[in-house]
């Protein structure tokens, strides 16, 4: 740290030393020695100082009453008077407006012209007495703003004063005010901190030199879902795979702008092009690199196949353009696929179809508005023509094992009589929540129950497509699923997991329905809502439907949704039965009182230690020990 005396060193000294104290002495025409300053103060205006950027002060003053006998100027001097080893003191400018606001002035006769000279403020006014009044600085407010460019971090001492002979040195009889300002180090690029998405090959938007929050077609969720694509020909056209945003990021998590190089490199198949675009764009080398524009922080890497199948991987460079370091940030796989070879059922949500009504949904987009799991999507029930949840899922594969995509499949009913048939469409897999994250070789199908399928009748269903490699079109790929009718609800049962609960425990309670036939009621069937005698934990079960007969408050991945009373005794589970009748239904059960079981427990702790002593007794007597 530096610091030099206003006091022991001239301006010209100081100019000759290269301090840049005063660039030039301030050349009132008539500046009046008598005028007093109360005060002087200062304000920064810049919130966050850094290095190699300006910071600006505004300055204000408070002046008292005085009566003057030719004029009112007065000059105000400012000098970087502290400054880190290796820092700038710079030339101070003095500016007629404050930063961020226009220039304050002072009362008559102090109203006049505020003119620059050098590091010198100069209040040009005219004769005249002056009466008591002040500017107070603020970030918005100031008679003039002083700035500078500081070349290091650390602290600067900003030197202001009333220079009263023009000399460029603080006298003994001068007003003077210091600030001190201090400088954080610039942000540097932070390789580890860089931000890699990978999204679609499609047209995305991206936002230059902002903050990583603005990627909003590179989420988080779309980058997790694997990216492939027919790996295509060289003389056919090659496949568009994925883009991968590459966002940098500096030290202080602002965007790293600044002539930064990312490079893309591929491994195993595929190619991949940088630029500075969200546009979709061919891949066309194995190795690509990108030097970014002065105001751009996003590269995006485009990937395409390049002919062959299998696994591949792009890994992320970057070079600072500081420091010439260049640093690995990260990688993305993805894989192109082959001809189809194989073709089988994967998820089978609903297998049990209502007379005269589709089930499931055979729709590309597979959405949450419409999703069985939702408030919205339970009152469409299944067999609404807009409900997205598909009947049964179909996957196709390469020879790899590789999910690919091929013709869409078609469905046949072993019995035209129950199921007329149904309806495949390729999942778009644009929502990784509900769809299949993908868009590759997923189906989502349908199928059609005829309206006189009576209850218990069966069908099953052919799901296929033509083998691609069968030069003459016959043979098929294929897959069955069996699927059955069921009726309305007829009866409905509820019942507990168990006849009694400690105090909070997690509890299983299933709904099952029938229709009058006995069997279980279609799958989409409305389960009740219920209600309970005494205040139980968690969520009470709302409306819901049933699959294959039955609604259960723990998932199928075994999460807990409901829990037993905290207060001991009988209680009981309520509900209306979604029968014509709308029968009252209920089922019994209780919680112990955890007390009686603690003692209970002690009871039978103390049985145990008094045997335990009489067995002691026993020894020692056969020993001879008193």
């Known amino acids: 740290m530096k610091t030099i005396s206003l006091k022991k060193v001239s301006a010209v000294a100081v100019a000759s030393l290269g301090f840049g104290l005063l660039s030039v002495v301030p050349v009132s025409a008539a500046n009046n020695a008598a005028v007093v300053l109360n005060s002087i103060n200062l304000k920064t205006v810049t919130s966050s100082p850094k290095q190699n950027a300006a910071v600006a002060v505004n300055v204000g003053v408070s002046i008292p009453a005085q009566t003057t006998v030719t004029n009112t100027d007065f000059d105000l001097v400012a000098a970087i008077t502290t400054f880190p080893d290796g820092g700038n003191v710079g030339v101070v400018a003095a500016l007629t407006t404050g930063a961020g606001a226009a220039a304050t002035k002072l009362a008559a006769p102090l109203d006049g012209t505020y003119t620059i000279s050098g590091s010198a403020l100069t209040v040009v006014g005219t004769a005249g007495a002056i009466t008591a009044n002040s500017v107070t600085s603020s970030a918005t407010v100031g008679m003039g703003s002083y700035s500078f460019t500081p070349t290091k971090a650390g602290t600067y001492v900003l030197t202001v004063f009333q ?29 580890a901190s860089t931000v890699l998405r990978m999204a679609p090959a499609a047209t995305l938007a991206v936002t230059q030199n902002s903050a990583v929050t603005t990627l909003t077609n590179y989420t988080t969720t779309l980058d997790a ?6 790996r295509g020909s060289v003389a056919g056209g090659l496949n568009n795979i994925a883009q991968v945003a590459v966002v940098l990021v500096n030290s202080d998590a602002t965007a790293a702008s600044n002539l930064h190089t990312v490079t893309a490199d591929i491994t195993g198949a595929g190619l991949v092009l ?16 990108l030097t970014l524009a002065a105001a751009e922080n996003v590269a995006v890497c485009h990937i395409t196949s390049d002919g062959t199948s299998g696994e591949g ?12 370091v260049k640093t690995k940030v990260g990688s993305k796989s993805f894989y192109s696929w082959g001809t189809v070879s194989k ?11 209502k007379a005269g009504s589709p089930t499931g949904g055979a729709v590309a987009a597979r959405v949450a508005a419409t999703e069985i799991s939702t408030a919205a999507g339970l009152v469409l029930g ?36 129950v199921v007329s048939g149904g309806t495949c469409a390729l999942d778009n897999g644009l929502d990784a929540d509900f769809s299949s994250g993908t868009g590759v070789g997923i189906f989502n199908c349908n199928f059609n129950t005829v309206a006189s399928a009576a209850s218990g009748s069966k069908a099953t269903l052919t799901v296929s497509i033509t083998d691609p490699a069968d030069p003459l079109g016959v043979a098929k790929l294929s897959a069955t699923v069996d699927v059955t009718v069921g009726g309305s609800i007829s009866t409905e049962v509820v019942t507990f997991d168990k006849t009694s609960y400690a105090p909070g425990e997690a509890m299983t309670i299933t709904m099952t329905a029938k229709d009058s036939a006995g069997n279980p009621v279609f799958d989409g069937a409305t389960s009740p ?24 408050t723990t998932s199928s991945k075994g999460v807990v949704s409901v829990f037993a009373p905290a207060v001991s005794g009988a209680f009981t589970a309520n509900g209306t039965s979604g029968n014509a009748a709308g029968s009252a239904i209920t089922a019994s059960s209780a919680v112990t009182d955890g007390n009686a079981a603690l003692l209970t427990q002690i009871d039978a702790l103390n049985a145990k230690i008094v045997a335990l002593n009489a067995l002691i007794a026993k020894i020692m007597k056969k020993l001879g020990v008193k």
């Open 274 to 289: 940088c630029n500075n675009s969200g546009t979709a764009a061919a891949g066309t080398v194995r190795s690509s690199v």
């Open 529 to 552: 809502a219920l209600t309970f005698s005494k205040a139980v934990g968690g969520t009470a079960p709302a409306k819901g439907i049933y699959v294959a007969g039955k609604k259960s």
């Open 382 to 417: 299944l067999n609404d023509a807009t409900i997205t949840t598909p009947a049964f899922t179909v996957k196709t594969s390469d020879s790899a094992g590789k999910v690919a995509t091929g013709t869409t499949p078609t469905i046949k009913s072993s019995d035209a009589a």
């Open 313 to 324: 991987t792009v890994t992320i460079s970057v070079t600072d353009s500081v420091t010439g």
């Open 163 to 191: 220079d009263k002979n023009q000399d460029g040195i603080l006298g003994a009889s001068d007003t003077s005010q210091t600030v001190s300002i201090t400088v954080a180090a610039a942000a540097t690029l932070a390789p």
């Open 225 to 230: 879902a694997p990216r492939a694509a027919a």
């Open 343 to 353: 073709l089988e059922i994967d998820t089978k949500p609903f297998t049990i179809g």
